[in-house]
């Protein structure tokens, strides 16, 4: 791969001339990236770890209202980044988009930072127990607008980070291929640990000395985040928008099902569809993806008429005929949707730490000594806590004594990671429903509010929920960034946080369902009452258990299966990998050996 201010035949673009001395890309545009991701995530966290908290008590929300609004905003921010992902594939870049998605989040913090300045854009304060005022529908109107900016700049930001970090790296060299594998975990790292360091402040301050400063704080981070993106400009490789892999992927639908009835098992020679190449074509430059199932998808790039070719061999209708390198990358995602799923089950079981959890830990005793209380979303860095300590571990202090004793490299699989994360998921949620029984059966007892139980009884299962996304997520994202080609990174990161929404979603699903269930005949609902006293949580918490126990079973019999042993194969004189899901794009791994990639992170 060439790089900026070689040859523009390779697809990137300079922001500003660059000599051969100093080529762009590599660490030194990396650390800027870092930088802004830093102070990006560190707002947005600020943000997402204490939003509960902040419409509980400065706009008078509980129950079921109030869960549905962090799930549905959570949910909506994860799925913007399919939008994102178009955005950037087809008009903007990555560059670009990652700018405007940082500006959105500023403009939306900053309205957040004036809803709790201005006491007329939010209720009267309601205490604990007493009567609540409801917010105005124009106050509501406010409130989402601003997050509804946030969720914008989120949908521009998450799909094109991690994949504008792996485009600074050149993966045809043994050297890129090394760097890229440190990046990813450092990478998740590096801000991991800034998150847990700024939070514990941020947070403090939000809960028990100002909202406001505690929003201004992350609103400042935000345009920092932006000064030093702006600042590396000059050292980023960045490649031009060449079409949305997503608008590729439904032509291939559209064409297969338009030749659903061609038999390709019959004797008859098919032709099948390759673009000429014209000079500088970026498709020609794509590597060729091999996927042995789903043949179906085949007969959307099988030639049935000459008519479907114009003079220069170019389809005169797309959505009738697509290549075989349009047809391999929608294999390569199909094949990759069984595990996705199970990557779905554990992250329902991270939201409720975000709503549920948080609501258990502000109905317990949170005080530390004589003079300080916990914040209630203190809770949450634990799960952090735990999540670095075992990235640092892994990498640290495993892997390099497994391999000195070994011999060989012995990194735990994507197989493993996976099915570690559904184990820690459900002994997550059975940690939080023992948890819960005891906290309600002592306030109940001595019929306060507030249990007497302290909230450090919350640890575990926030601990199981850090090392459920370390082991989970984590491999999840592996699996989606090296399985696909590198024109398809915005896609990987895309059906990431898809993966997120889709769990909020069926978070809210599953809230709103038991409380209705459970509240038919003038019963009381287990969930849905401002007093979690007045609920039964526990039992909420045993049913996502179960549900998790589902998820282990499914993975363990029907997806890994959808996880094998690559093998390496030589195509057109480069390495990549084959196996029963699809190829990888490029050989991260080497052409020596066949291991696992080092974790990827995910924000």
């Not at 992902?85 to 940082?102: C, K």
């Not at 000395?209 to 400009?233: E, K, M, Q, Y």
């Not at 970026?282 to 042995?292: G, H, R």
Request: contains cysteine; glycine residues 8%; proline residues 4%.
């Amino acid at each position: 791969m060439e790089r900026e201010g070689h040859s523009p035949s390779n697809g990137e673009f300079p922001l500003s001339p660059q000599s051969d001395s100093k080529k762009p890309g590599g660490w030194k545009a990396i650390k800027f990236i870092l930088g802004n991701e830093s102070f990006e995530k560190l707002a947005s966290m600020s943000l997402l770890a204490n939003i509960t908290l902040y419409l509980r008590t400065r706009y008078s929300m509980s129950g079921i209202f109030l869960v549905n609004v962090v799930t549905i905003w959570s949910g909506t921010s994860n799925i913007a980044s399919i939008a994102g992902a178009i955005v950037s594939d087809i008009y903007l870049g990555r560059f670009r988009t990652l700018l405007i998605g940082t500006i959105f989040s500023l403009l939306g913090m900053g309205a957040m930072t004036l809803t709790a300045g201005i006491p007329e854009l939010r209720p009267p304060v309601c205490h604990e127990q007493s009567v609540c005022i409801d917010p105005q529908k124009w106050q509501l109107a406010f409130l989402f607008s601003s997050l509804g900016l946030v969720a914008l700049g989120a949908g521009a930001i998450r799909p094109c980070n991690i994949a504008f970090g792996a485009d600074q790296f050149d993966t045809s060299t043994e050297e890129g291929r090394s760097q890229l594998n440190s990046f990813f975990n450092w990478w998740y790292f590096s801000f991991t640990i800034a998150l847990i360091i700024a939070l514990t402040g941020v947070v403090y301050i939000q809960t028990n000395i100002s909202w406001v400063i505690g929003f201004a704080i992350p609103t400042a981070c935000l345009a920092l985040s932006i000064t030093i993106f702006l600042i590396g400009r000059y050292t980023y490789i960045c490649k031009r928008p060449q079409g949305s892999v997503f608008v590729d992927m439904a032509k291939v639908v559209s064409a297969a099902f338009r030749k659903r009835k061609i038999n390709l098992k019959s004797g008859n020679q098919h032709s099948f569809y390759e673009p000429p190449q014209f000079g500088h074509d970026p498709e020609s430059e794509m590597p060729k993806l091999l996927v042995k199932k789903f043949k179906c998808f085949d007969k959307a790039a099988v030639i049935t008429d000459p008519s479907e070719l114009d003079a220069q061999g170019m389809p005169t209708n797309t959505w009738k005929l697509s290549s075989m390198q349009q047809v391999e990358q929608l294999k390569c995602l199909v094949g990759i949707v069984p595990v996705w799923f199970s990557g779905i089950g554990c992250f329902v079981v991270m939201d409720q730490q975000n709503t549920f959890g948080i609501l258990q830990a502000i109905q317990m005793k949170k005080s530390f000594g004589n003079h300080f209380t916990i914040p209630p979303a203190w809770m949450g860095i634990s799960s952090m806590v735990a999540l670095s300590i075992w990235i640092y571990i892994y990498e640290i202090v495993y892997i390099p004594r497994a391999k000195k004793i070994l011999k060989r490299d012995s990194r735990l699989t994507i197989k493993q990671r996976i099915r570690a994360g559904i184990i820690m998921s459900i002994l997550c949620m059975v940690a939080a429903g023992i948890v819960e029984k005891r906290r309600r059966e002592s306030a109940l007892e001595q019929g306060s509010f507030a249990s007497s139980l302290h909230v450090a009884a919350l640890l575990p299962q926030f601990i199981f929920s850090g090392l459920t996304e370390a082991s989970a997520a984590v491999a999840v994202m592996e699996l989606l960034t090296t399985q696909m080609s590198e024109n398809m990174r915005s896609v990987a990161g895309a059906m990431f946080f898809f993966s997120l929404s889709i769990a909020s979603y069926l978070s809210s699903l599953i809230v709103n369902i038991i409380h209705s269930v459970t509240g038919g005949n003038g019963k009381s609902p287990w969930l849905g009452s401002h007093d979690l006293n007045k609920n039964r949580l526990e039992y909420y918490y045993f049913i996502i258990a179960a549900l998790a126990c589902i998820n282990l079973i499914y993975f363990t019999f029907f997806g890994s299966s959808f996880i094998s042993s690559a093998k390496s194969i030589k195509v057109e004189g480069e390495l990549h990998l084959e196996n029963s899901v699809g190829s990888m794009a490029q050989d991260f791994r080497g052409a020596t050996e066949t291991k696992d990639l080092k974790e990827l992170g995910a924000a």
